[in-house]
Every structure is written in structure tokens, then in C-alpha cells.
């Protein structure tokens, strides 16, 4: 199977990270896995939930073996599974509303009491005044109600009078604010047991009580003997599992039964670990529940699982295989009729091969196929989308690529292509897919022709309230400059090229003489009209966005002039080839929170005034005062690994190559899945419809035939009128 472990890393010793998992305990579930025969992706999902959905998607696995705890919130547990189950994914554990119940510690011991389990007295409190003391067996113990991994419990925590209670519980409320539980303290042994639903036993998945073994040093001194938060993360080589735990046999019996009940009402799935206290008389008191509980090595789970014959890897396999079958997937593949695709897909790529090398020589400029991708950056793009585990499809966009996506069975896409001739050349690709109904990275035709026709896209733009550049469009050169433009220098380039095609050192005139001759230049050259526009002196930015309606904006990068000697420094196609000592890349730009905010927000309103989706890239200047300028968008952008302005963006926002080519593909696996959706919900009405006409016809024949049958029967009788009956005889007529 193509698994996901998806996981929090923990990155530092602080108690708000005290629930993640080590880079040990990553480390050796993976390679559990790993070892089983899957195929492995880890996802630390600390970032923004967007950055897991996109490469979910992109990775799009069978099952995800889920260890993460989620950051913040009382329902953090259930975050992900609730995300997994929005998206259609199959993951390991308890779903969220099991999570979301059993993180509350209060709301648990309410089911449960229900149902005649035995717990200690308690009382939960969200504010002082709400204590009621006086109600309960001292001594007391005080701990966070939505908190885990002994998080807040510490010998401070019990309390032997009113007076101590009141105090602890008011520090209490004030590192946890969401509430407290104020437990009758039970004197005795603090008692776990695991559970794991796919071990065939005469208890239903549940394993052997284990206990605590702490080293006598750790805790000399103590007054109360508790696995509390100092035992469990700053001294936890003094405290081993012992398995099975050192009591009674009638006892543990005890123990799991009340086990079972729990893991049933409470409907936990897969695997999880009940904490007992159990008491100087012998006596069990369910405390709390762990429905996702630690797989670190050395975990209770694994000791109880070893007097079932299991070691580590079969531990991890229970896991796997009770998820698998309570989603119906066998050898990989979910039985029945699956409601997504899972598993890899067939991706087209397509794009335009650079075979003549571009040369930025000051006589001759040689730019014909500078848009187009190099062999290396193809076989980049190539690999990057095999390594998300689906299969690649090249599609090299030539003349004969109409028939040959046609007669090629794809699931979606990844489109490079820049066309082949014209100021809709970008647009050619997705309109062929769009027509084939193949879905395909990026955005659609209509944008990409307006993204491309710079004055088009300005004027849209520009309507969106974004700043750009007077400008004006020249034919042949002899055209009227515009009142507009109040001085020179003005800048001149292509209306319809990218990769800086066209835009060189003398791109930037100083005067009408030399903008007129530039004009004829580039309209003889490139056979398109010229886009003459103001030059907007100042810092120059290029963003990287990614996503479909409330896109991504990554951090901006500063394209930074370095030869202070020239006044009117632009961003040309000389940089482009050869940047190592005239320009320098700071990624991310250094700027002030409001500039930065600023440019976040022209660059997304520009994203979405054009309706770019996926992926783009746009340029902006920023004058003395501030101001910034829109000067053209990108939205097929160059993907040449640790060159192409995107990608270094990326890196600036500490994303590698593979990661930004998956956010880019993932969108359209989604659309692939809406449209697979939309079809099975064609096919079902369709079918539904034929179901219908089948019992409409049905119907009609059976009235037919009782017709019939009545005609015959009044035959042999007489008529009201007394005439006599007309017997028709078929075979005489």
C-alpha cells in the first residue's frame, strides 16, 4: 500500500510540544512500515493545513497511519481526522469525534459513569467560583481537563485541604484556561492497559494490564507516588513497562472487562490505552483514556503486545490491517466501488523542449526557444512527479500532440507548454485538455492568453485598484506618444513574451529618438506590437503564489541591482542568463511588516483580477514612496531547479523542489476527483432513470396482460344491454 504518516515533530523540550513525537520515534515507525512492503511518505503536519492537503493530494496514498496530535485547541486531536474524512482519505485510529470526546476528560467519566464504570469522585471547573470543594474526599489531585502526556500534573498538583485546592486550582486555571478536574486522589499504583482491535484474543483487542517500573532513585523524596509530567519527559530513563503488571490475576481480569465496556461505548478503533489507578485495597478506578496513544519505543502498547507473540512490527501491522479492513482495502485496493481514486495516476506532461541554446550576445540576442525548458529541467519535473509515486507520461507539445491526447488514456496533466505561435500560444495545451476533458495544472486558456498580452493584463489589473505603469501600445513606431507619459525614461518591450524576451539594456530610453528605434526593433523582430511603459525607479519584487481561490502568497522575493553605476537598473534577459555578479536574490525579501502586507495584497488581488489558479508568479517595482506598481504576472512560470525565480522563492520559504512541484499538481487531482464524482453521480442517475423506465415498462405489460385477461373473461358471460357477447375469435380474423 501507499501509506502517509502524517505526525507532529517535536522540536523542542517545552511543554506545548510535550505530545509530538520524536524524530526517533518518526524514525522507527517508518521503517516499520517500510519494512512491511509499503511504500512510505512522511507528512509533518506543524505548517499550514493547506501545505498538507496539497501534498496529500499530490501523494494521494491508500491509508494514512496517523500519529499526529494537532497543535492547539480542545479538538486538536481531531483536526486531522476530520480533514482526512472531508477529503475521502482512509487513515489508521479512532475518527474525530472519538478524539474529540475522549481529550475531554470530564465529558469521558460522564458517558462512562453511564454505562457503571468506576471512577474517582470529581468535579470540572472553568472558573474559581465554580469549586465546590467541600464535595469531595480530600486528598485532591488537579489537572488540565483537555491535556495529555501527564501535561500539568506534577506532586504539586494534590491537594489535602479546601484552602490548598482553591489555590492550586486558581494556578491551574491560569496556564489552562479551558478547564480544569479536580479528582478525588486515589491512593495506590497507576495501572495501563493497551488495546489493539486486530489481536484475536478472548478480549476483544484488549491487552494485559502493564505498570510502571521507576527507578527508586528518581523518585526518593516523594510524597505521592504518580507518573507525572517530570517522570514522563525529563526522567523517562528511570521508568521502564513491566508486562504483565505485578497484580492479582482476578484483578487484571477485572481490569480488561471494564477495558472492553470502555473501548466499545467510547468507539475506539484500531488501538488505543485506558489508564487505571489502582487502589491500596485493590480496587481499579478508570482515570483517563488515550485514543491515540504513544508508539515511542519502549511504549506500555508494546510490552502487553509481546505476550501476544508480537514484536514492534507486528504491533504496527495490527494497526495497519484493522484500518485496512474496516475500509475495505485488501492488497492495496478498496473492494467495492471506491469513492476516489487512490493510488498513483497517470500524468501527461506536456511541454516544449529547448533545443537552440539562448545567447545574449550584445550584437546578436538569440532568444527564439527562451521560454521553452531545458532536457535537465524537464527530467527535474519528470522525476519530481514520480517520486509523489504516479506514473509519467511525456507529451511533447508538437503539432501532432492533438491526436496523440486523444488517443491516450490520462487521469490529469502537468502542463509546461508555452504553444507554439501566436499571443494565445499559452492557451493552446488547456484548451485541447479542456476540450478532451482532461484535467490539468494550472490556469485556464483565457488566462493565460490576457496573462500573456501585458497590456491586456494591466488594464484588468488596474481595474482591480492595483497601481501599474502608465503604458501604450505602438504598432510600427510612427504612433503619437501619449500625454501620459509626462518624462523619459519610458521603458519598451514586447506586448506578448516572457522570460524577459526582448527586454535588454537599452530596453530603457531616454529619450522619444531612441524609443522610436527600439519600437521598430522589437515590432520587426518579434512581429507584435511594442508595450511602452513608465519606468518605475526602486526595488523591484517578484511573488511566487500557489493555489486556487485564496491562493498561497509565498514569501516575496527582492531582485537587488548590484552596479550602483547604473541609474535605471531592469531585470533583463542578460540577468537571466548570466545574474552571478550583477544582481543578487534575497529570498525572502527583507521589508517592513506594512510594505510586506502591501505587496501580499497586490499580489494576490492581481492573482485573482486575472484568475490565475495554481501556480503564478508576478513582478511588481516599488517606488521611494512606497507605492507598488504591477508589472506583468507569469502564470506558466519557469521551473528550473535552484535557478527559475519561482523555485528559488520556494526554497526561501523553505519548501525543496519536490514539495512545490506537488502543490502545484495537487489541485488538479481534486478537480480529477470532482469531475470522477461528477461522473458516478451521471452514472447513478443514469442508471436510476433506466431502473425506472425498466419498472415503468414492466408495469405497462402487466396492465396489458390483466387487461387482456379481463376482455376474455367477459366473454363468457352476457352484457347489461342483454345482448349477447361478441366473442372475437383471433384466429378467424
Request: hydrophobic share 40%; proline share 5%; charged share 30%.
Amino acid at each position: 500500500m501507499r501509506i502517509a504518516l502524517t505526525y507532529n515533530l517535536r522540536l523542542s523540550d517545552s511543554e506545548d510540544e510535550a505530545e509530538f513525537d520524536t524524530q526517533d520515534t518518526v524514525n522507527t515507525l517508518a521503517a516499520a512500515i517500510e519494512r512491511l512492503g509499503h511504500r512510505l511518505e512522511r507528512f509533518e503536519v506543524s505548517g499550514p493545513a493547506s501545505r498538507t492537503v496539497a501534498r496529500l493530494e499530490a501523494y494521494s496514498p491508500d491509508l494514512i497511519f496517523n500519529i499526529a496530535e494537532g497543535r492547539r485547541g480542545r479538538f486538536r486531536e481531531a483536526f486531522y481526522p476530520a480533514l482526512f474524512e472531508e477529503l475521502g482519505f482512509h487513515y489508521t485510529g479512532s475518527d474525530a469525534y472519538a478524539l474529540a470526546v475522549t481529550l475531554d476528560k470530564q465529558l469521558t467519566k460522564l458517558v462512562l459513569s453511564k454505562h457503571g464504570i468506576r471512577t474517582p469522585g470529581w468535579q470540572f471547573v472553568e472558573k474559581l467560583n465554580e469549586l465546590k470543594a467541600e464535595d469531595l474526599r480530600f486528598p485532591v489531585i488537579i489537572k488540565p481537563n483537555f491535556e495529555g502526556s501527564s501535561k500539568g500534573i506534577t506532586q504539586d498538583s494534590v491537594a489535602e485541604t479546601v484552602e490548598q485546592a482553591r489555590e492550586k486550582v486558581a494556578q491551574a486555571l491560569a496556564r489552562y484556561p479551558a478547564g480544569v478536574l479536580v479528582e478525588e486522589f486515589i491512593g495506590g499504583t497507576d495501572i495501563t492497559v493497551p488495546y489493539l482491535s486486530a489481536v484475536q484474543n478472548d478480549h476483544d483487542g484488549v491487552l494485559s494490564p502493564v505498570e510502571y517500573d521507576i527507578d527508586p532513585a528518581a523518585i526518593a523524596g516523594r510524597k505521592y507516588a504518580i507518573y507525572d509530567y517530570e517522570l514522563k519527559t525529563k526522567k523517562e530513563n528511570a521508568v521502564k513497562v513491566r508486562a504483565p503488571a505485578n497484580i492479582p490475576v482476578k484483578v487484571a481480569e477485572e481490569m480488561r472487562t471494564m477495558s472492553k465496556k470502555i473501548f466499545q461505548v467510547l468507539d475506539c478503533r484500531d488501538l488505543g490505552r485506558i489508564d487505571f489507578r489502582l487502589s491500596d485495597a485493590g480496587v481499579p478506578y478508570f482515570l483517563e483514556i488515550n485514543a491515540l496513544p504513544s508508539l515511542e519505543p519502549g511504549a506500555g502498547i508494546y510490552a502487553a503486545a509481546a505476550m501476544e507473540g508480537m514484536h514492534l512490527d507486528g504491533v504496527v501491522n495490527a494497526i495497519i490491517q484493522s484500518a485496512a479492513r474496516r475500509s475495505k482495502i485488501k492488497d492495496g485496493k478498496r473492494q467495492g466501488k471506491p469513492t476516489r481514486k487512490s493510488g498513483p495516476l497517470r500524468v501527461g506532461f506536456t511541454y516544449n523542449v529547448k533545443r537552440v541554446k539562448p545567447i545574449a550576445d550584445p550584437v546578436v540576442v538569440e532568444d527564439s526557444e527562451a521560454e521553452y525548458d531545458s532536457p535537465t529541467t524537464l527530467q527535474a519535473i519528470r522525476e519530481a512527479i514520480a517520486s509523489w509515486g504516479h506514473e509519467v507520461v511525456d507529451l511533447e507539445a508538437t503539432a501532432e500532440l492533438p491526436s496523440v491526447l486523444a488517443s491516450t488514456p490520462l487521469d490529469i496533466v502537468f502542463n509546461i507548454a508555452e504553444g507554439f505561435k501566436g499571443r494565445n500560444r499559452a492557451s493552446q495545451v488547456p484548451a485541447m485538455l479542456e476540450l478532451l476533458d482532461i484535467p490539468y495544472t494550472g490556469s485556464d486558456p483565457a488566462t493565460l492568453s490576457i496573462a500573456l498580452d501585458k497590456a491586456l493584463a494591466k488594464k484588468i489589473v488596474r481595474q482591480a485598484g492595483i497601481h501599474t505603469p502608465n503604458f501604450q501600445l505602438m504598432h510600427t513606431g510612427k504612433e503619437r506618444l501619449n500625454k501620459d507619459f509626462t518624462s523619459f525614461p519610458l521603458m519598451v518591450k514586447p506586448v506578448a513574451e516572457g522570460s524577459s524576451k526582448g527586454v535588454v539594456s537599452k530596453s530603457v530610453c531616454h529619450n522619444e529618438a531612441e524609443l522610436r528605434e527600439v519600437v521598430k526593433e522589437i515590432v520587426t523582430k518579434y512581429q507584435q506590437p511594442a508595450l511602452i511603459e513608465e519606468y518605475i525607479g526602486g526595488r523591484e519584487f517578484t511573488v511566487g503564489l500557489l493555489g486556487e481561490r485564496r491562493p498561497r502568497v509565498l514569501p516575496p522575493m527582492e531582485i537587488v541591482f548590484l552596479d550602483k553605476a547604473d541609474k535605471t537598473p531592469i531585470y533583463s534577459f542578460e540577468h537571466k542568463l548570466d545574474w552571478t555578479d550583477r544582481i543578487r536574490y534575497d529570498a525572502p525579501a527583507k521589508l517592513e511588516p506594512a510594505l510586506l502586507e502591501k505587496l501580499r495584497a497586490a499580489a494576490r488581488g492581481s492573482f485573482m483580477a486575472l484568475g490565475c489558479r495554481d501556480v503564478a508568479r508576478i513582478d511588481f517595482r516599488m517606488d521611494d514612496k512606497g507605492r507598488i506598481y504591477f508589472i506583468e504576472c507569469n502564470p506558466l512560470p519557469g521551473l528550473t531547479p535552484g535557478w527559475s525565480d519561482l523555485v528559488l522563492i520556494a526554497q526561501g520559504a523553505g519548501m525543496d523542489y519536490r514539495a512545490l512541484i506537488g502543490e502545484i499538481m495537487a489541485p488538479a487531482i481534486r478537480r480529477y476527483k470532482e469531475r470522477e464524482a461528477r461522473r458516478a453521480a451521471d452514472e447513478s442517475a443514469l442508471m436510476k432513470l433506466a431502473m425506472e423506465k425498466a419498472a415503468l415498462e414492466k408495469a405497462a405489460m402487466a396492465d396489458e396482460k390483466a387487461g387482456a385477461g379481463a376482455m376474455t373473461g367477459s366473454g363468457s358471460g352476457s352484457s347489461s344491454s342483454g345482448e349477447a357477447p361478441v366473442r372475437m375469435d383471433m384466429k378467424a380474423h
